[in-house]
């Protein structure tokens, strides 16, 4: 089975859609960071891609530039193959929890994915039993997307967009808060500046949207964070017919109503409340090519307040 790779900038919703996956029976790791829904096994691993970079979480392009280039491409891949185990891989991603048929991570080290199979163990998680769908989360795979289809050449991809001036806000809002805690290593004096993390947003969601174009239809789903809160039962059901999970209409239905209960509205288009970020807005509009594809007059229709 091929994972479900979700993908977006940083502060978009991508937590809360791999939350309601988990919720709805897809594996996205037995190790997950607190709040943030990421698999610390995955969140490793593209930390130490964008090291062999020399990038950060917001210096990315670096990433960018080694994906393009076929050759330091297949030295990433070699470095990585060397550097984790497959045993190893296997104990950080899945824990004790049984996933269905295949292992994950049989290809990333260059075995073949039917090689290996998992049988249940102790301890596993009665609602994953019957599904083999498994993924993770993790905002810096948006760069590291071309190096993970490769290895996954089948993977589905879901990529989460939220309204830039939105993102840049909440990204202001949490640097301001640890804007001196000078040891903290994911500080970013970059994004204490509105332009400069509405440009970060750009800069993350063109890549996704350049990656995802070269998918067929059927490999990659676009949600919009507007959507997800204010039509989350029609949002749920696209994402969970796109993971094929629950495969029965009646019961993916009555999942959905259930993941939507406790999804909460009131941060839609939150930019709206503050004269100069809906000032911002306005102005981005006008500027920035990936928010006129995404919420420009055609393609905000579904997203008006």
Not at 49 to 72: C, E, G, K, T
Not at 88 to 98: L, M
Not at 129 to 153: C, E, I, N, V
């Amino acid at each position: 089975m091929y994972p479900l790779i979700i993908v977006g900038m940083h502060r978009s919703g991508t937590s809360l859609v791999s939350r309601k996956l988990r919720d709805a029976g897809v594996f996205m790791g037995a190790n997950l960071s607190g709040g943030h829904s990421e698999s610390q096994c995955f969140l490793a691993i593209n930390k130490r891609i964008f090291a062999l970079a020399h990038a950060s979480w917001d210096n990315p392009q670096p990433v960018d530039w080694m994906m393009r280039d076929a050759a330091l491409l297949d030295g990433v891949i070699d470095t990585l193959r060397s550097e984790f185990d497959l045993d190893q891989f296997r104990d950080h991603f899945y824990g004790d929890h049984f996933v269905g048929e295949h292992v994950a991570g049989d290809d990333f080290v260059g075995q073949s994915a039917g090689d290996a199979a998992v049988a249940g163990q102790p301890g596993h998680d009665p609602r994953n039993a019957q599904s083999t769908s498994w993924g993770w989360k993790d905002p810096r795979t948006s760069y590291t997307l071309p190096l993970w289809l490769r290895l996954f050449p089948r993977a589905k991809v879901v990529h989460v967009v939220r309204h830039g001036v939105d993102v840049a806000a909440s990204l202001v809002t949490r640097e301001q808060r640890r804007k001196f805690r000078f040891d903290s290593p994911a500080r970013s004096v970059r994004c204490l500046d509105y332009d400069r993390a509405f440009e970060l947003w750009e800069q993350y969601v063109q890549q996704c949207h350049r990656s995802c174009a070269t998918l067929d239809s059927h490999q990659q789903l676009t949600l919009t964070y507007e959507d997800l809160l204010t039509i989350p039962g029609a949002s749920l059901h696209r994402l969970l017919e796109f993971a094929n999970t629950p495969e029965d209409v009646t019961t993916r239905l009555s999942t959905v109503d259930e993941l939507a209960q406790d999804i909460d509205a009131s941060r839609h288009m939150a930019h709206r409340n503050n004269a100069e970020l809906n000032e911002m807005a306005t102005q981005k509009l006008r500027t920035s090519a990936m928010l006129r594809h995404y919420y420009g007059a055609a393609s905000a229709a579904s997203i008006a307040a």
